[in-house]
């Protein structure tokens, strides 16, 4: 899906209608401006050339109706929107990989190793490619995130209706979101709730890095359950309580159980281990999403089955820890 052509344009204006507020500028920019890279979207606000009422503004302003927002020349894709060539083979199938949809909401399995969106030297990510794959529907909003190497539910809203009505769920914490992870070690059933606060850091090389800190960390709780024990390993299923940056990953890792083939905090030893079964990916999916349809208020149970690397590798240590007994 490659933009032949592309259109110049002087500068215009466009006027926030009702469903596009409480939208951050920036997405707003990026749904309206097909085609453009989110560098020049990011660029053009830096430059103050975007203005809203006449005034510059943040990318992380939020649209208010009637708001009139000043566009100055670009130039636009005057086709479908394209998909780097890296990405095809993460968004081809993307459509069959729908759990759930109505008129107000969709739920995705994201597949591991694709970005929940671009940004942040990311160019493209699941809601681009779903925005490219579906020109016709006016409004794809992410109600939350996921990390780039997790798979699993992901809940798009296809209202800005809808996509308040899930934010305050999120904020109430009405929804319930359950993850599956592959741990090093046996976990101690009687671990269920950890409350340690996390804080996130910047180390001198530039890297972000989150820890648990009990002094300036922000309260965080996340519940867990055996699922099944393995050869040396343990299947974990975690219950966020909170939505703070990598929780479960900082967790697992506070605990001495690490998430498998987690590359910034995981354990060396047993990545390798991982490695060795055929399991390049890390061990994080959001099998289970529990929320309440923004329609009726009825409540929805979604479900993203394990994929098969994630599976074949549980299969694969459930074998050697027959023949080890």
């Not at 479908?80 to 109505?102: A, C, G, Y």
């Not at 009505?165 to 109430?172: A, C, K, M």
């Not at 070690?185 to 269920?192: L, Q, T, Y």
Request: proline share 5%.
């Amino acid at each position: 899906m490659i933009a032949n052509e592309t259109k110049s344009f002087g500068v215009s204006h466009k006027i926030a209608c009702a469903d596009d507020e409480g939208q951050r500028l920036d997405n707003y920019l990026a749904r309206v401006l097909k085609g453009v890279p989110r560098s020049m979207i990011y660029r053009i606000l830096r430059r103050g050339e975007v203005r809203v009422n006449g005034k510059r503004v943040s990318p992380s302003y939020k649209l208010f109706e009637n708001d009139d927002i000043r566009l100055p020349p670009i130039r636009v894709s005057a086709g479908p929107v394209t998909i780097p060539s890296s990405n095809l083979h993460l968004v081809k199938d993307l459509e069959d990989r729908i759990l759930f949809e109505n008129d107000d909401l969709l739920v995705v399995d994201k597949p591991s190793g694709l970005a929940a969106h671009g940004g942040s030297g990311i160019e493209f990510g699941l809601i681009e490619a779903l925005r490219a794959l579906r020109p016709e529907q006016r409004f794809l909003e992410l109600a939350h995130r996921l990390d780039r190497d997790t798979s699993g539910c992901l809940i798009v809203a296809k209202r800005r209706s809808s996509l308040r009505h899930l934010h305050e769920q999120f904020r109430q914490r009405i929804v319930k979101k359950r993850y599956l992870t592959l741990v090093p070690g046996r976990w101690d059933r009687k671990m269920k709730l950890l409350e340690a606060p996390l804080v996130r850091n910047e180390l001198r090389s530039g890297e972000r890095m989150v820890m648990v800190d009990f002094t300036r960390g922000m309260p965080s709780a996340t519940g867990f359950e055996v699922v099944e024990y393995l050869d040396d390993a343990t299947l974990v299923a975690a219950f966020p309580h909170t939505g703070r940056t990598h929780q479960i990953r900082v967790h697992c890792a506070y605990l001495k159980h690490p998430v498998g083939n987690d590359d910034k905090y995981g354990d060396k030893d047993f990545n390798e281990r991982l490695h060795e079964l055929g399991l390049k990916r890390m061990f994080l999916h959001a099998f289970k999403v529990t929320f309440q349809n923004p329609a009726d208020g009825s409540i929805l149970k979604v479900e993203a089955p394990l994929p098969d690397n994630l599976q074949k590798a549980v299969e694969a240590l459930r074998i050697h820890k027959e023949e080890v007994l």
